[in-house]
T-cell receptor, first 115, second 112 residues
Framework: AQSVTQLDSHVSVSEGTPVLLRCNYS??????LFWYVQHPNKGLQLLLK??????LVKGINGFEAEFKKSETSFHLTKPSAHMSDAAEYFC?????????????FGQGTTLQVKP | DGGITQSPKYLFRKEGQNVTLSCEQN?????MYWYRQDPGQGLRLIYY???????QKGDIAEGYSVSREKKESFPLTVTSAQKNPTAFYLC???????????FGPGTRLTVL
């Protein structure tokens, strides 16, 4: 069965410093992995996705993530945090190989960006 | 513009009442989903539909019902049997050629 664990419930950084949000996954086969961002009282927006192509995935707003099979990790990074990055971030794995398969969400990481 | 709309944005209900949340998409997607989000938690799947006139229970279907009579619409009814209905409800869809799901803006339901 697939599962995903976000290792930090809350991360606080200063504006202009790097961001690291950690995610480990469990999957019995090659997974499809996603990072979504949610601003308060809004829907979810896709940041980036891994679907067995390049292991280093670039997303929107300067975010990127690296798929590491040996470590079963898919950590999200950004070189320099901006105030607008403050939000909730979800690491997600898709169950099954079908594109309509259900998504399994991590518990979320709240990113705080201090001026 | 293509997208997913959910209405209303905020909804208040008295205990014992059924209420229906609307979800409409004009993306021509075949599959649609309903999720529930509680504070400090990830999203949990309530129901999903991969094709018109067919739907399956998700992880927390008890106290909810859905219909899928049209491709673009997937309404969710929160019944009086749902013990803790106060939550943020998100609708999503996906279609051929996409790996990700696309989300609507959500409806916040509060039971008074």
């Amino acid at each position: 069965a697939q599962s995903v664990t976000q290792l930090d419930s809350h991360v606080s950084v200063s504006e202009g410093t790097p961001v690291l949000l950690r995610c480990n996954y469990s999957s019995s086969y090659s997974p499809s992995l996603f990072w979504y961002v949610q601003h308060p009282n809004k829907g979810l927006q896709l940041l980036l996705k891994y679907t067995s192509a390049a292991t280093l995935v670039k997303g929107i707003n300067g975010f990127e993530a690296e798929f590491k099979k040996s470590e079963t990790s898919f950590h999200l990074t950004k070189p320099s945090a901006h105030m607008s990055d403050a939000a909730e971030y979800f690491c997600v794995v898709r169950a099954g190989s079908s594109n309509t398969g259900k998504l399994i969400f991590g518990q979320g990481t709240t990113l705080q960006v201090k001026p | 513009d293509g997208g997913i709309t959910q209405s209303p944005k905020y909804l208040f209900r008295k205990e014992g009442q059924n209420v229906t949340l609307s979800c409409e998409q004009n993306l021509n997607h075949d599959a649609m989903y309903w999720y529930r989000q509680d504070p400090g938690q990830g999203l949990r799947l309530i129901y999903y539909s991969q094709i018109v006139n067919d739907f399956q229970k998700g992880d927390i279907a008890e106290g909810y019902s859905v219909s899928r009579e049209k491709k673009e619409s997937f309404p969710l009814t929160v019944t009086s049997a749902q013990k803790n209905p106060t939550a943020f409800y998100l609708c999503a869809s996906t279609g051929t050629g996409y790996n990700e799901q696309f989300f609507g803006p959500g409806t916040r339901l509060t039971v008074l």
